[in-house]
């Protein structure tokens, strides 16, 4: 009796918080997060995932004065996306682990490839991890600062 009324309870917190409470909170989200997602979309924007095809190209692509893209390039950005990735978490998040893969970056092409690597293997932005990591809370991903910190990085690198 005392599991069943136990269970009642969290399904109706779970459906009290779905149906009222997280909207309400992503109404509250953090402001400002518009700017960022115009970054996102510039495509002269290193945080744009296709701005690393400016510089390299892969197999099935025309060259066009581009370089080969190296097996040990794309390797380093996929395990830096996967880093970003993981250090993102639903309750909390690892801002030391996330600016240690974005350090392990040496170019804005290279920052490029991994929001792609992000965008293809986890179906999500680099922008988006940024701004509200994986979970629905308001204080999941970074704050402003933060961010603030790691686009004036990104766009302090050299393009290649």
């Known amino acids: 009796m005392e599991k069943n009324k136990l269970l009642i309870n969290a399904v109706m917190i ?18 400002g997060k518009e700017s960022y997602q115009a970054e996102a979309n510039d495509p002269q924007s290193p945080l744009n995932g296709n701005f690393w095809q400016r510089y390299f190209y892969i197999v099935g692509m025309t060259a066009n004065g581009r370089r080969l893209l ?14 970003i990735f993981d250090a993102f978490g639903y309750i909390n998040d690892d801002e030391t682990q996330f600016f240690g893969a974005l350090n392990s970056l040496s170019s804005k092409a290279e920052v490029s490839l991994t ?10 932005s680099l922008l988006s991890l940024m701004n509200y990591g994986k979970g629905t809370l308001p204080q999941n991903g970074l704050s ?5 910190i790691a686009i004036k990085f990104v766009n302090n690198l050299p393009n290649l």
């Open 14 to 31: 779970l459906a009290i918080y779905f149906l009222f409470a997280k909207p309400i909170l992503k109404f509250f989200r953090k402001p």
């Open 70 to 83: 190296p097996l040990g390039t794309y390797t380093k950005c996929r395990d830096a996306a996967k880093k």
């Open 115 to 124: 929001a792609s690597i992000l965008e293809q293997k986890h179906n999500t």
């Open 144 to 148: 402003d600062g933060e961010i603030n």
